[in-house]
């Protein structure tokens, strides 16, 4: 055997293989060439060898986020961050203060908005008008279901007492019929859509920029783009080509409910058959079913607490085609289903594709979860169907909303990534941009139910937690698995990828509690070292 590159050796390494430890890895190209102990591994070092010594460093597998938004996220690290404002006068000092800092830029831009942190929990074009009344102004919610504009910025978009609601959105409006600043759902896509249009293709490459290094310092080696565009996908296939993509990417082509699905499958199967390297791969279509919990825009069983019952997005009557059409072209199917009947449409949905083959090999995929009804909860195992979830959604400091909304005994039974029978397949992500894209404290709360961001937080009671390696292994082999990779990456095994972090911290050792204020101190993508604190 031809001495190793490069040798990684004193480190616990957790494989997330069957031989689950290890002390030594030898890197050789982009692949594990050997994996042992000291003594074994170390043999092989010739004089070109460079020798890395680890100290006792944790090692893990490179962490695939399993719901992502690469550009999205991008583009939220460049806006006014307004996740944190507790009240109305700090998100406008906030919006003034990222207006003059950049003065050039067309639209006054941030995200991360609470409803919580809104009088009334009613975000109003006034309301941004006294802040700034002379540049068009939006904010993207933190779940990113609701918009808000003010009143430049709604003439800008064309907004008007006359524009109808799209199809599956709402432009919420006064007693006179009057928008008033707020965009629910599909009525966002009005704002977004006019972004896309006036977005440049160096600003996408900036976005992707951003976001490749936040993922490095991060941990995560590879994500599942969960609503691709056609610009996006082009500026990845860039940076693909510079060699500069320091994760791997496999992609969810976006259909939208008032096209026509074939045509929209058609496309996305000929952008999979186009994109399908080893960095940035075309894999599936994703589908919106229904909104969000904190909105009141999910598909419920039962009404929310205010009355609200939304239908679906896509009702059977346009979901069932979408899927049969998807899924006959080979293409993997993710769905979007937060509420009880979302979740029960997709299921019967997927149920009917199986039907006549049994599970796929396509590995479709329910996004979310968030409450499904009990009854649905053994079918996922039966259809063979990826439970894709976001513990970070979870945290106990952003539940207060999401509790009364629901209003009642359902809101005890959330969230339920514990409650999926051992067989179905359990994959975590952080749907970034609605939350941080850090992976560590994702797992924090997989792990622990505590908050990551208000450490005072009791975990809810109820609510049982993830053995740390079942975290780990959902984080990694299984977010690979869903993506058809688990050959080729998800765990530390000879042959496969060289993904890997090195951590500060052993989690094994100081508890699950520790992964909150662990550092990631070396990421490797592909046998190269990405990022290094
Ligand atoms: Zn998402």
């Known amino acids: 055997m031809v001495a190793p590159e490069t040798l990684y050796r004193r480190g616990r390494f957790f494989t997330a293989g069957d031989a689950p430890w290890a002390e030594a890895l030898a890197v050789d190209g982009d692949r594990i060439a050997a994996l042992g102990s000291d003594d074994e591994v170390g043999a092989l070092a010739g004089p070109g060898t460079e020798v890395v010594d680890l100290g006792g460093a944790f090692v893990v597998p490179g962490i695939t986020d399993a719901h992502f938004h690469t550009l999205m996220a991008g583009d939220a690290l460049r806006r006014a961050d307004l996740v944190h404002a507790k009240d109305l006068a700090e998100i406008q000092r906030l919006v003034r203060a990222w207006a003059d800092e950049n003065p050039d830029s067309p639209w006054v831009l941030g995200r991360g908005w609470l409803h919580s942190s809104i009088p009334s929990g009613a975000p109003s074009r006034q309301m941004l008008d006294e802040?700034?009344?002379?540049?068009?102004?939006?904010?993207?919610?933190?779940?990113?279901?609701?918009?808000?504009?003010?009143?430049?910025?709604?003439?800008?978009?064309g907004i008007s007492a006359?524009?109808?609601?799209?199809?599956?959105?709402?432009?919420?409006?006064?007693?006179?019929?009057?928008?008033?600043g707020e965009l629910k759902e599909m009525a966002v896509v009005l704002a977004w859509d006019h972004f896309a249009s006036i977005t440049s293709d160096s600003e996408r490459d900036e976005r992707l920029r951003a976001v490749l290094r936040a993922l490095a310092a991060a941990g995560v080696t590879s994500v599942v783009d969960m609503a691709l565009n056609v610009p996006d996908l082009y500026a990845m296939a860039r940076a693909e080509r510079a060699g500069t993509l320091t994760a791997r990417i496999r992609a969810h082509v976006l259909l939208l409910p008032d096209r026509d699905p074939m045509t929209q499958v058609e496309d996305a199967a000929a952008l999979a058959s186009r994109y399908a390297s080893p960095w940035l791969s075309v894999v599936g279509v994703k589908i919106v079913s229904d909104g969000v919990i904190d909105a009141c825009t999910a598909a419920m069983l039962r009404p929310f607490s205010n009355g609200a019952h939304p239908p679906a997005i896509w009702e059977p009557d346009i979901l069932r085609p979408a899927v049969l059409a998807a899924d006959a072209a080979g293409l993997q199917i993710a769905i979007h289903a937060i509420g009880d009947r979302a979740i029960r449409i997709a299921l019967d949905a997927f149920e009917e594709a199986t039907r006549e083959k049994g599970a796929t090999?396509?590995?479709?995929?329910?996004?979310?979860?968030?409450?499904?009804?009990?009854?649905?909860?053994?079918?996922?195992?039966?259809?063979?169907?990826?439970?894709?979830?976001?513990?970070?959604?979870?945290?106990?400091?952003?539940?207060?909303?999401w509790t009364a909304m629901l209003g009642d005994e359902r809101s005890t039974r959330g969230f339920p990534w514990t409650a999926l029978d051992a067989s179905t397949r359990l994959v975590l992500g952080t749907d970034a941009p609605t939350a941080p894209l850090e992976a560590l404290p994702n797992l924090f709360i997989a792990a622990t139910r505590r908050s990551a961001l208000d450490r005072s937080l009791p975990a809810p009671p109820g609510e049982p937690t993830l053995a740390l390696e079942a975290a780990l292994r959902h984080a990694t082999i299984d977010a690979a698995w869903s993506c058809r990779d688990e050959g080729e990456r998800g765990s530390l095994e000879p042959g496969k990828l060289a993904d890997f972090v090195v951590l500060d911290t052993d989690p094994f050792h100081e508890g699950p509690d520790s992964l909150l204020d662990a550092r990631v101190v070396r990421t490797v993508v592909g046998g190269r070292t990405v990022f290094e604190a």
Not at 381 to 393: D, I, K, N, R, Y
């Open 131 to 157: 802040a700034i009344a002379d540049r068009p102004v939006f904010l993207d919610a933190n779940d990113l279901h609701s918009g808000w504009v003010n009143t430049l910025g709604l003439e800008l978009l």
């Open 162 to 180: 006359d524009t109808p609601d799209p199809a599956g959105g709402e432009i919420v409006r006064d007693g006179d019929g009057a928008p008033t």
């Open 361 to 401: 090999s396509l590995r479709h995929r329910i996004e979310h979860i968030e409450l499904p009804d009990p009854a649905d909860i053994s079918r996922f195992g039966e259809l063979g169907v990826t439970a894709s979830m976001q513990p970070v959604h979870a945290d106990p400091a952003i539940r207060d909303n």
